[in-house]
Every structure is written in C-alpha cells, then in structure tokens.
C-alpha cells in the first residue's frame, strides 16, 4: 500500500510539474515522475499478502520501454525548437499569418 | 492460413520499414500497395463479423494475461475499415502532394505505417493494458507526423500535442493500475462482469482518470488547445490523417470502456457533463471556425465541433432504455466514419488549394471556382456531410442520434444538435461564399497534377454514398 500511496503523490505532483513548469526540460523531467508514479501504483498494487506478482512487473517494464522512446522524442523535439528559436520554452502565440 | 487480423497489424509495420530504408519514391509505391492490401483484410473481417462470428488471435500462440490476444467484433471491424478506406486515397494524394511539395516527405511514409500499424492494434487489442501501449504508440507516430516539416511553428505545436497526450495516457495507466490492483486482471472480457454497481471507489476514480485522459487526447472541449495548432499546422495529407483517423482512436477506446466495463459505475450526471462538453464543444468549435481567416485553421476548428457530436452518445447510452442506447450507438459510429471521410477530403481539397495559389486565407478564394471545379466541389461536398443534409452519412448520424435523443427523454441535446447544424453551415457557406467570388484575387494558379484532386474527391464522395449503404454498415456494428 505504500508504494501505491506514494505512486499516486508522484502522479500528481508530474502532472502538476507538467502543467506548472513552463522550462521544456523540466516538463520532461515532469512526465517521467508521472509516469513512474503510475509504475509503482502498478507494482504496488500488484502485490497481495506478501506475494508477488509477475504480470505487473512485464506490464512495468513495457511501459518502462514506451516511457523512454517518448522521453527521446520530446527530447529531440525540444532540441529542435532550441535550434529553430534559441529558446527551451514554447513560443508565445504569435498572430496566425 | 493467414490470419487477416494479425496481418491488418504487421503489413503496415513490414511496409514502413522498406519505405524508410528505399526512400520517398519507391517507398511510397510500396506503401500504396501495403494499404490496398490492408483495405482487402479489414473488407474480409467486416464480412466474416457481420456474417456473425466475432474473430480471435492469440499472438504467437501465448494465451493471455502474458500474451496478447486480439479480437475483432463489429466496433472494431467499422473503424479498421475507416481506417483503411482513408488512407487509401490519402496515400495516392499524398505522393502526388510531396512530389509537388516535398518538405516533410523524408519520414511520411515510415511513420504513416507505424501509425496505421498503432491503429489497428489498438482496434484489435483486448486487453486494457495492452490498449494503453497502443494508445501511446498512435501518439508517438502522430507527433512525428506532425513535427515532419520542421519549421519552428509545426515543431512547437507537435512539442504541445506530445505533451498533452502523454498526459493524457499517463492518467488512463493509472486507471489501468487501479483496475488491476482491484480486480487483478486486464482483460477486457474478464474484467466486464466484475465491475458492478457497489464498485470500490478505486474503480470510479480509475473510471474517471481513464475517461478525463482519453477525452484529453480526443480534444474534447475544454480539453481542445493541442489540436487547432498540430492539426492546422501540419502537411495536408498529415492534417487530413490526423483529423480523420487519430482523434477517432482514442473515441473508440471511451465508447469500448464505457460499454464493456463502466457503464455500470457510471453515475447518469457523469454522462450528462460528457453530454455538456460535447454541447459546448460544438458551439465554441463552430465559432471559432467561423473566426478563422485561414481555411486549414477553419476546417481545424470544425472538427472540435464535429467532436463533440460524438461525444453526445454517452447521455443518450447511460441508463437509458435499449433501443435508444443503441440507435445512440449506430449514431456515433455512423458520424465517425462520415466525419472521418469528410474530413480527409476537406484537408485535401485545402491542400490542392494551398498547393495551387500559395496560400490557403478564406477571405482571398475568389476564382478558384473556375480554376479547380473539382476541389471547390469536393469542399462542398464533404460540406454537405458536416452539415448533415441528406443523404450524406453525417445526416443518418445525426437522424440516428436525434432519434436515440427522443427515445430516451432527452429533448434538450436535440436543441444542440440542431443549432449545430445550423453553425455549421455558417461556417461551410463563408468558404464557398468566397470560392463563387468571381474576381480572380490569387496572383498565379499553378496547374496541378489530376492525382492530387481525385482522390480528395473520392473520399468526399464516399462520405456521401456510406449515408445510401449504411444499413451494411450497421449490419456489421449490430453483430455479436
């Protein structure tokens, strides 16, 4: 139960990194501390009177893989738009042309 | 044997893979025939389902809950149809699209097959968690698509959309994890009979992060910000897949949870706030479309209207009597699929327009009616769909979900659906309002080549024709 409990503070405080931090970096870094929350609600729950069981932790380590390839991806495209404006923020909305 | 449902998933995935190591040219053959194939497979499925014989796969012989076993009935057959049928024709407009413009064509062809292929897995998936992994990799693939173009503006609104459907899928794996810790399966099948009426409230609250989250990543109003920028911003051939197809996906996964499994816990004012945004959503995405000097931003802005249709189902299906969930049913299918190919042609008839004058500002059609007769018809056509006018599809949806309204008691979301029809006509009107112009006001019309006008044309043909053979449609949605 305490793995889950702290699963769900760390889901909420990404989710609240992620809506809060307006540095790209840092909503990155956001997504991964929601996504780990949800692992170990995932885990956490996963275990009854002492035992463990195996089907979370395979669901873990899949949506382990899914979570480093958007990891990379929202890296890439945050270095991309570093590139093209010199900013590591998302650009004011500017008038639609 | 082939097995058509383990190969509506692996063709696109074999097919990506060749196109991105041949290149654009000759992969982009490859594709087209990839998809034509696949448009075979899922026409097989949907005739075997409505012949009434739902289809299973366990993949690779490992049986669940540590394999994956895929299942096709008749929701899942009707979208792997769309899905195919759209992208035929959007992939024949998109090589003579990228051969006429070709900045973001050096990854079109790989990620437009892992999105297919994240596509149908996700219509075949029968398991909860195995519907997340797909979900997040439609997401992936998408942002990619929408990113291909590289330009500071379509980086940032893909930047946006991957942030918002991260958030989105990471809320509805937390409702996967509190599923699991309660009831300690994932199957869907399995899953359905345990969930009842006395739920513990980590099942509401899994019910209420899995709904939120998908709602985000359909861009339901308020939840819409993402998709004006990535879907107005993008490519044409990418705006048309992406409004047509990508948004349907995570629809597709709310009505399957909220049929299968949560209906039960569900409590009726839950539906009627679903029912609330929809509404709202219609209005705010129909004047905001009427508001938009740019026509890809307008036909953007139209589909977070044409959203919210669909999202009417959920009052017209909770807890109401059974004829008027299931005309509700047929309703919301009917205007995925109708939306769905009107949409794409919109996106491409706005393509051959920017692709022949240079530019796409409403307010500066004028002429182009005779220069690109078929485009401007193709406009007013898919036109005729969103406004709902027979015979089109979108008039069946609307006439199937008026009559689950009815049915059910609920006058008011009748008032809705038809203002909305009316807003939508506003908006359908100002673009061909400036088309019939006949003051020439673009400075050159580049001839085009007739690839890139027939196909926008036939899929908004399409979108008129599935209202004449919808009984077929339904006959595949009815089956077991």
């Known amino acids: 139960m305490l793995f889950a409990l702290t699963g769900i503070v760390l889901f909420a405080g990404g989710i609240a990194g992620m809506i809060l931090q307006s540095h790209l970096l840092r909503k990155i870094m956001a997504f991964n501390i929601f996504g780990s929350g949800a692992f170990l609600v995932l885990v956490g729950l996963g275990q009854r009177d002492g035992q463990i069981d195996p089907v979370p932790q395979a669901m873990v380590l899949t949506g382990i893989v899914v979570s480093v390839a958007a990891t990379a991806l929202a890296l890439a495209l945050a270095r991309r738009l570093l590139n093209l404006t010199g900013e590591m923020r998302f650009p004011r909305e500017g008038p639609d042309d | ?480």
Do not use: C
Request: proline share 5%; no cysteine.
């Open chain 2, 1 to 480: 044997m082939i097995d058509p449902l383990a190969w509506l998933i692996l063709l696109p995935l074999t097919w990506a893979a060749i196109a991105f190591l041949l290149g654009p040219t000759r992969g982009g053959r490859i594709a087209q025939a990839g998809i034509a194939l696949q448009l075979v497979l899922a026409l097989w499925i949907a005739t075997e389902v409505a012949g009434g014989s739902s289809r299973q796969h366990a993949a690779g012989g490992w049986r669940a809950p540590l394999g994956i076993e895929l299942l096709a009935d008749g929701l899942s057959a009707i979208m792997l149809l769309l899905a195919q049928a759209v992208a035929l024709p959007l992939a024949l407009y998109a090589r003579a699209y990228f051969t006429d413009h070709p900045a973001g064509i050096r990854h079109f062809w790989p990620l437009a097959g892992f999105l297919l292929a994240a596509m149908n897995a996700l219509f075949l998936s029968a398991d909860v968690f195995n519907l997340y992994v797909t979900l997040e990799l439609v997401g992936l693939a998408a942002v990619g698509l929408v990113a291909s173009d590289s330009t500071a503006k379509s980086v940032a609104a893909a930047l946006r959309y991957l942030f918002a459907t991260l958030v989105g899928s990471g809320a509805y794996l937390l409702g996967v994890a509190l599923l699991y810790g309660t009831y300690g399966t994932v199957s869907l099948s399995e899953l359905a009979p345990l969930v009842e009426d006395a739920a513990p409230y980590a099942t509401l609250l899994a019910a209420g992060l899995m709904v939120a989250g998908l709602m985000l990543k359909t861009a339901l109003f308020p939840f819409h910000f993402w998709l004006p920028p990535a879907h107005g911003g993008a490519p044409s051939p990418v705006s048309a897949l992406l409004s047509a197809l990508v948004i349907k996906a995570s629809f597709y996964l709310v009505v399957r949870l909220w049929l299968g499994l949560l209906m039960p816990v569900a409590p009726p004012a839950a539906a009627q706030l679903v029912g609330m945004l929809g509404t709202a959503a219609i209005v705010w995405g129909s004047v905001m479309a009427l508001r938009q000097p740019r026509l890809k931003m307008l036909i953007a802005y139209s589909t977070v209207a044409q959203i919210g249709y669909l999202f009417l189902f959920f009052p017209l299906a909770t807890h109401t009597a059974p004829d008027a969930a299931q005309s509700a049913l047929q309703g919301a299918a009917m205007q995925a699929v109708s939306h769905g190919l009107a949409k794409a042609a919109m996106f491409g008839a706005a393509g051959v327009v920017i692709l022949s004058t240079g530019h796409d500002q409403v307010a500066r059609l004028g002429g182009i009616t005779s220069r690109l007769p078929l485009t401007v018809f193709t406009l007013a056509l898919s036109g005729v769909t969103l406004m709902g006018l027979p015979p089109s599809g979108g008039f069946i949806a609307k006439w199937l979900l008026i009559d689950g309204a009815i049915s059910s008691g609920q006058w008011w979301w009748v008032i809705a659906m038809i203002a909305g029809g009316l807003l939508t006509a506003a908006y359908v009107f100002k673009i061909l309002r400036h088309a019939f112009l006949e003051k020439e006001q673009s400075a050159t019309f580049r001839r085009l080549p007739r690839m890139l006008e027939w196909p926008a044309f036939a899929l908004a043909l399409a979108s008129l024709a599935i209202g004449l053979r919808a009984s077929d449609l339904l006959r595949v949605l009815g089956a077991p």
